[in-house]
């Protein structure tokens, strides 16, 4: 990969990054500095947890403009012991932000699945009730995921970082949720097979950042990485794709005024 090499400069078209961990960045503020400079003007801020939920929300204060915040639990961080108190933190707040997440199932962890299952079901009916937007993780949980977010009638859904069946992928596009693309677009056939796949108006780009992809960890600044193999796969120039994909994330995240809930 040539994470930080692309030249940034020629993008008409500001970018947003839909799916960064900002509390998980040790130089936070330096990442959202070197995110604008390189034209990723907004930042969907996601959290993992009750210390994260505080924090990126504290952190969009900060940049009101820049920074969107998205409170959630993610199923690595789930406790049974924290629950109560975490899904109370996620009602009373989700109000203040753009969408929910991150939120979802992961067989892969330790962590019961019945205990996971609660809570993201819990989690989708928050959403629908708040009318907002689900940013998900389904590693290994491709096809419960979805099924329960279709059955729950969540309105809106980004399969964040989508590298699943492809049977699965279509059933998420059937429905009008969407799949976000990472920079592991550079090595992961999982994933490029994905995003050959799902129709280009349903794809939001992001870094999952601080997610190490190379020798070092991301930041959002490396949203170009994501843009830049999306526009090869897709075969789309990078001005013009640029534009697609803001605009899908204005769309799903009611960011531009028509589409305000
Ligand atoms: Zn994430």
């Not at 900002?22 to 995110?35: G, P, Y």
């Not at 009373?92 to 019961?112: F, S, T, W």
């Not at 290994?140 to 964040?160: D, G, L």
């Not at 990078?238 to 994330?249: G, M, S």
Request: hydrophobic share 45%; glycine share 4%; proline share 4%.
């Amino acid at each position: 990969m040539n994470l930080g090499n692309l030249d940034r400069a020629k993008l008409q078209t500001a970018l947003i990054d839909g799916h960064v961990h900002l509390s998980e960045i040790k130089d936070s503020e330096r990442a959202v500095e070197n995110a604008l400079k390189a034209g990723v003007k907004r930042m969907i801020a996601v959290a993992m947890d009750l210390d994260s939920c505080r924090k990126t929300l504290a952190f969009a204060e900060r940049y009101p403009d820049n920074v969107l915040p998205a409170i959630g639990y993610h199923p690595w961080s789930t406790k049974a012991e924290d629950v109560e108190d975490t899904l109370l933190f996620i009602t009373q707040n989700i109000h203040r932000c753009v969408a929910l997440g991150e939120v979802g199932l992961d067989y892969k962890v330790k962590v019961k699945k019945k205990l996971q299952k609660v809570v993201f079901s819990k989690l989708l009916n928050l959403a629908v009730q708040a009318h907002k937007p689900v940013i998900i993780h389904s590693r290994f949980s491709y096809q419960r995921t979805y099924e329960m977010t279709a059955e729950a009638n969540v309105e809106k859904a980004v399969f964040h970082w989508y590298s699943g069946p492809v049977d699965i992928l279509d059933k998420i596009i059937a429905r009008g949720f969407f799949v976000s693309a990472t920079p592991a677009l550079a090595y992961s056939p999982h994933h490029q097979a994905a995003m050959a796949r799902a129709p280009v108006d349903r794809i939001l780009i992001e870094t999952d950042a601080p997610v190490q992809y190379a020798d070092r960890f991301s930041e959002p600044a490396d949203l170009h990485e994501t843009l830049f193999h999306l526009s090869r796969i897709k075969k789309i120039p990078e001005d013009k794709l640029a534009r697609i994909v803001t605009k899908n994330a204005e769309k799903f995240f009611g960011l531009c005024d028509a589409e305000l809930f």
